[in-house]
Structures are given as structure tokens and as C-alpha cells.
């Protein structure tokens, strides 16, 4: 497999793209190393990232982050994983998704995970990020609607939590504690079934009162 892989180049302040399999400009070389499962276009990429803190907080910076003990694969799964020392950083830029389990996470205790949900709505939704389909929840303020996710934000990726990924109509992985969606490739949302991946079909008859899923669908 060849080391220029990533479709998209990054030029440094001499207007030179970086050689193949090295880091870019400005990556970040410090922190603990956390299992990372992050996938492209065309490539599955697994090893270990550097980090400090929560991996998305990361990803978010938009910085190169330095990756070690990395094997890679076509993301069709046509071949295994195989080794590739020459990787040495990913761009946050180049992921479409990153799949995510409570190891890249810091420790928290039950109150603190609260508190990461606190005073918001959870949606079951379908993210459409070609050629990727996931599936999940996602946890937003009041009065933000899913569909506010397709506009320009300063969080590059959104986590989706209890979510699966397609590809092709197969999963890619199996149920995941959450996975990093990267905003940039997102280019539909609806709220669904979350155990279909379908929108929900309406029920006959009047609601009863008070807010339905009907409703916050509309």
C-alpha cells in the first residue's frame, strides 16, 4: 500500500507537502497513548494516538497527532490489516470517522459522566458521511435540532454514542460506545429508529399530549 494514501495534502509555510509517512507541521507529540481506530475514504487505520485528555478535545484541535504501532487495511475489508511503521501522524483533517470505547477516554467517575449529559436531548439518528452510514445518539442543548450538526462549527467531529457504522448496508464494526463523526464529510441527518437505522413510521390515531418523538422530528 503506498504511504500517500490520504488524498488530501497539507502544505507547510516553504509551500512543500511533507514526505510521505512523516508528520506534519505543528503535530502533537505528547500525551498517553490511546487505541485509535480511524477510517478514510478508502483505508482503515488502527494503532495507538497521542493524546492528553478526551480524543475528540484532540481532534477538534485540527492539529497532526503522532500515531505509533499502526497497521491499515482497505476499509471494505478486502485485505487484513497489515503493518505500516512508515505512518508516523495522522491530520484530523483525512478522517471521516473514529471509532471510540471508553479506553480513549480519561477516567471519570459516575458523577462526572453525568454531567457530560446534563441539560441535554439525546436523538436517535442516521449521519450520512459517504460512504459511511451511523448510526446512534447524539446528546445536543436544548433548541439545537440534529440538523443543525450540517451547519459550520467549531467542533470539527461530534460524537455518536451507542452507534454503528455502514458501509455499503454492512456494519464496518459492531455497536460502538460512541464514534467521532467528522462535520466536514457530514452531508445528511434525519432522526430514525435506532434499532432499524429507519425513520420511525407514525402511529394511527391522535397523540395523547405532551411532546412525542413525533414532534421533535417535525
Not at 24 to 49: C, Q
Not at 56 to 61: G, I
Not at 68 to 80: F, I
Given at each position: 500500500?503506498?504511504?500517500?494514501?490520504?488524498?488530501?495534502?497539507?502544505?507547510?509555510?516553504?509551500?512543500?507537502?511533507?514526505?510521505?509517512?512523516?508528520?506534519?507541521?505543528?503535530?502533537?507529540?505528547?500525551?498517553?497513548?490511546?487505541?485509535?481506530?480511524?477510517?478514510?475514504?478508502?483505508?482503515?487505520?488502527?494503532?495507538?494516538?497521542?493524546?492528553?485528555?478526551?480524543?475528540?478535545?484532540?481532534?477538534?484541535?485540527?492539529?497532526?497527532?503522532?500515531?505509533?504501532?499502526?497497521?491499515?487495511?482497505?476499509?471494505?475489508?478486502?485485505?487484513?490489516?497489515?503493518?505500516?511503521?512508515?505512518?508516523?501522524?495522522?491530520?484530523?483533517?483525512?478522517?471521516?470517522?473514529?471509532?471510540?470505547s471508553e479506553t480513549s477516554l480519561p477516567p471519570l467517575n459516575d458523577e462526572e459522566r453525568t454531567a457530560h449529559r446534563v441539560h441535554k436531548v439525546s436523538y436517535d439518528v442516521a449521519l450520512e458521511v459517504p460512504p459511511f452510514r451511523v448510526v446512534g445518539t447524539v446528546f445536543l442543548h436544548p433548541g439545537s435540532e440534529p440538523e443543525r450538526l450540517l451547519d459550520r462549527a467549531t467542533e470539527m467531529f461530534v460524537p455518536v454514542v451507542e452507534a454503528t457504522a455502514y458501509l455499503d448496508g454492512k456494519p464496518v464494526a459492531p455497536e460502538m460506545d460512541a464514534i467521532l463523526v467528522n462535520r466536514f464529510y457530514l452531508r445528511g441527518i434525519e432522526q430514525v429508529d435506532r434499532r432499524t437505522g429507519e425513520r420511525h413510521q407514525k402511529l394511527p390515531g391522535a397523540p395523547l399530549g405532551g411532546v412525542s418523538w413525533q414532534d421533535r422530528s417535525r
Open positions: 500500500m503506498p504511504f500517500d494514501f490520504l488524498k488530501r495534502k497539507k502544505v507547510d509555510g516553504a509551500g512543500k507537502a511533507p514526505a510521505a509517512g512523516q508528520p506534519a507541521t505543528g503535530h502533537t507529540r505528547s500525551g498517553r497513548g490511546v487505541p485509535f481506530d480511524g477510517l478514510t475514504e478508502e483505508w482503515r487505520i488502527v494503532g495507538n494516538m497521542e493524546v492528553s485528555g478526551r480524543l475528540s478535545d484532540a481532534l477538534n484541535k485540527r492539529e497532526s497527532i503522532t500515531i505509533s504501532d499502526v497497521q491499515w487495511a482497505p476499509v471494505n475489508g478486502s485485505e487484513p490489516l497489515a503493518p505500516a511503521p512508515g505512518l508516523k501522524a495522522v491530520d484530523p483533517y483525512d478522517l471521516i470517522i473514529v471509532l471510540a
